[in-house]
């Protein structure tokens, strides 16, 4: 039942995404996302895809974040997701790693009045990535 609630969940932000037209930024993108409370979160980060949202609650930012693989329409199989929820102190930050190497910064301004997303490489060779071969 819990795969189901993760599935119904991870459909319902897809849909909540594409509703609001927003549009996933990417790793190594030079591009930061800002959102306010209850704005869609939408990022590529690797082979996943990251969709998710935050609330002010007392001046800090409450998190919530489903993480899947990347949706392939050749197999039509919908992703398992998961569900990260963490409380972001006001003025701090929450990190997020994948398998793949990239990761997720989620910064939290004073106030909560905003959140900072940013997408990052965490590691120069990965063996889920595919390998790049120089001259």
């Known amino acids: 039942m819990t795969s189901l609630k993760s599935a119904v969940s ?12 927003a549009k996933p930024v990417e790793a190594g993108s030079s591009k930061e996302l800002r959102v306010t ?11 996943k895809r990251a969709i998710g949202y935050y609330l002010a609650n007392g001046g800090n930012c409450d998190l919530t974040v489903l993480i899947a693989d990347g949706v392939s329409e050749a197999n039509g199989l919908a ?19 994948t398998i793949d190497g ?22 120069a060779e ?3 990535r595919a390998r790049v071969s120089t001259p």
Do not use: W, Y
């Open 126 to 128: 990965s063996p889920f």
């Open 79 to 97: 992703p398992s997701a998961s569900r990260v929820s963490v409380k972001v102190s006001s003025g701090t930050s929450a990190q997020v790693d």
């Open 37 to 47: 409370p209850l704005k869609v979160i939408n990022v590529d980060v690797g082979v």
């Open 10 to 21: 991870a459909f319902a932000f897809a849909a909540l995404a594409v509703a609001h037209g």
């Open 102 to 123: 990239t990761a997720m910064s989620f910064a939290c301004s004073a106030g909560a009045n905003d959140m900072t997303v940013r997408v990052f490489e965490r590691v």
